[in-house]
């Protein structure tokens, strides 16, 4: 008998498989189907070898054979998605997928698969459904945490974010993909050493060398690391997988280097294959601000509007009440202290001095408070931490006491539970910061400003800063602002919005600045770059530092700090200057129609319209 008679055996077919020998698995297999045309098993390993080979038409063909045989089985309709993926058929492949769910829904693996090509579509709703739904199945598949985490990353939900890759510095290593959409994730979320870390060691294996470049460029970058970033890329060596890629980071660091002219058509080319979903809005919006240093503001415009498009469909998803015409995103705006609730506060014998209390960097968002919170955390004696919602786990501690509400029943505290709500706020700040003997936190969030009811209250004798600028320049620089949070999303998708917005923010403040009379400071963004000195002088004679050098010094500070997690984290470490001031009004005709309602604005703090 020749040895060209001899059957091989389905097990020798699989054990090729699993060495990575597809050309001969695929002939083995074609050879075991010819003697068992029927034999289901044996078509499954001859689709394998193919879908390795590439040839994906072929393998489809075979998977759909097998689901004539076998309709109910899902295994069969979720191969044939994985095959029709690869050739590029989207459509057909997410059918395919949700047919072997509706077979069988609890399989975690069909479940990612999906979530996975609903991300690639640009649906981080649904993405983030999917990838929750098979982590809960399974644990310990990384794939739903890997791509879970920047699902509920882009839905602004922190907390599963967080959970999703909790311990991630342990894990063993997942594989060149995973590890670098690993790193992609934890860049993002202000874990840039142990992103580093991660592609660091990914940059020694051959087989994933470029992928890690790409990465690291991006990450490096990120931290303000432009020559780093721009010799890593150029050592990359990018395959067709990685072209949009190579091309977004090419595109970013043009931005960054002033050489618009070449940023430009990078970024469009990305969306022109990127399609139009929640995915594709950063590269909208970065564009739109290449466009508009270019002072091409029409064009800017333009790109602006399909940004917004896109994460209005994405907020109405989460938040369809707030998508409203008429809805009030900053509706906190809408529960003031009343004058007589107010009178009835009772004193707090434990209240801190003003040393023993936050700073709180307060005004609306795009009003200049980064490059304050960065000026105050190169001094010495004080530290920042960055954007943090602290002060909303405060207001639900004190809802959680009992019957409380917020903010008519803060009158009814007691020394205790105030004790008791500065604990919960100190206690948030440790589990980011830990503050040595003699340093004063720095507590920069602009929303704050809606919160001073709050802070008041716990924190008496807290010292603010206020952070001015031209309504207009805020309103068009918060217009042309990428934002996570649906709610934001939905405040900055339209100038009428933005100034209702803006108009209640700062009335909110301005009234219960009148009522409390905290010890709160103006400053105007415009006033600190026209006189640097003396606004640092004011600064700091309001705060009680001496040393007012060390302020005057942040850039360096900046550069330094590496990660900030602000969108003005390329703008900080540059020189001050007066690019963005007047910006608004090359864009006059689209603000124009709520300059009326900006009005009180403009004459309280002194701004020409």
Not at 96 to 115: H, T
Not at 485 to 508: H, I, K, T, W
């Amino acid at each position: 008998m020749s040895d060209a008679s001899i059957v091989p055996s389905a097990e020798a077919v699989a054990g090729l498989l699993r060495s990575g020998n597809a050309a001969a698995a695929e002939a083995a297999a074609r050879q075991l189907h010819e003697a068992n045309p029927q034999d289901c098993n044996v078509m499954v390993l001859l689709a394998i070898s193919l879908s390795m080979l590439k040839r994906f038409p072929e393998a489809v063909e075979i998977h759909r054979r097998l689901i004539e045989l076998q309709p109910h089985e899902a295994a069969h309709h979720n191969n044939l998605a994985s095959s029709l993926w690869d050739m590029g058929a989207l459509d057909e492949a997410e059918e395919a997928y949700r047919r072997g769910l509706s077979l069988d829904p609890r399989n975690p693996g069909a479940l990612s698969d999906l979530g996975a090509l609903r991300w690639q579509r640009g649906d981080a709703v649904e993405t983030r459904e999917l990838m929750l739904a098979a982590w809960r199945l399974d644990p310990g598949m990384p794939e739903p945490r890997v791509y879970g985490a920047p699902a509920c990353h882009e839905c602004a939900d922190t907390e599963m974010t967080e959970r999703l890759l909790e311990g991630s510095e342990n894990w063993q290593f997942l594989g060149p993909k995973l590890e670098a959409d690993l790193a992609s994730i934890l860049m993002q979320i202000d874990r840039t050493e142990e992103a580093e870390r991660r592609l660091r060691e990914l940059l020694k294996r051959p087989d994933a060398e470029n992928i890690a470049r790409l990465r690291l460029a991006s990450l490096m970058e990120r931290v303000n690391r432009l020559d780093e970033a721009e010799a890593m890329l150029e050592r990359a060596r990018v395959d067709p997988a990685q072209i949009n890629e190579e091309k977004a980071v090419r595109a970013t660091l043009a931005s960054r280097r002033g050489r618009y002219e070449e940023a430009i058509p990078l970024y469009r080319a990305l969306l022109e294959s990127a399609g139009e979903g929640i995915v594709s809005v950063d590269t909208w919006f970065a564009l739109a601000k290449a466009y508009d240093a270019t002072n091409d503001s029409a064009n800017a415009m333009q790109a602006l509007q399909k940004a917004h498009e896109i994460q209005m469909e994405h907020a109405a998803r989460l938040v369809p009440n707030l998508a409203r015409e008429n809805s009030n995103p900053l509706d906190i705006t809408s529960y003031p202290v009343a004058e007589e609730d107010y009178a009835r506060w009772q004193a707090d014998p434990g209240a801190p001095s003003a040393e023993a209390s936050p700073i709180f960097i307060v005004g609306f968002p795009r009003s200049g408070t980064t490059l304050l919170e960065q000026m105050l955390d190169a001094h010495p004696g004080l530290r920042s931490m960055d954007e943090r919602a602290f002060l909303q786990k405060v207001i639900q501690k004190m809802q959680d006491f009992g019957d409380y509400s917020y903010p008519e029943d803060l009158h009814r505290l007691t020394p205790a539970e105030l004790e008791t709500l500065r604990a919960t706020y100190w206690e948030s700040v440790r589990g980011v910061l830990q503050l040595e003997p003699g340093e004063r936190l720095v507590d920069k969030n602009p929303l704050n400003i809606m919160r001073l009811p709050i802070v008041h209250r716990i924190f008496p004798n807290a010292r603010f800063i206020l952070a001015l600028r031209h309504p207009c320049d805020v309103l068009l620089s918060n217009y042309m602002q990428s934002f996570r949070a649906p709610a934001f999303q939905v405040l900055c998708s339209s100038f009428e919005r933005l100034a209702r917005g803006y108009n209640d923010a700062m009335e909110f403040w301005v009234r219960h600045v009148a009522l409390f009379k905290p010890a709160a400071m103006e400053l105007r963004y415009e006033d600190l770059l026209e006189d640097f000195e003396a606004q640092t002088r004011r600064i700091s004679e309001h705060l009680g530092l001496n040393d007012v050098e060390a302020l005057r010094g942040f850039r360096a500070r900046a550069r330094a700090k590496g990660f900030i997690s602000t969108p003005s984290y390329s703008q900080v470490v540059e020189p001050l200057n007066k690019k963005a001031v007047g910006r608004w009004r090359r864009y006059r005709e689209y603000l124009e129609p709520v300059l009326p309602r900006l009005a009180p604005a403009l004459k309280r703090w002194n701004y020409e319209a």
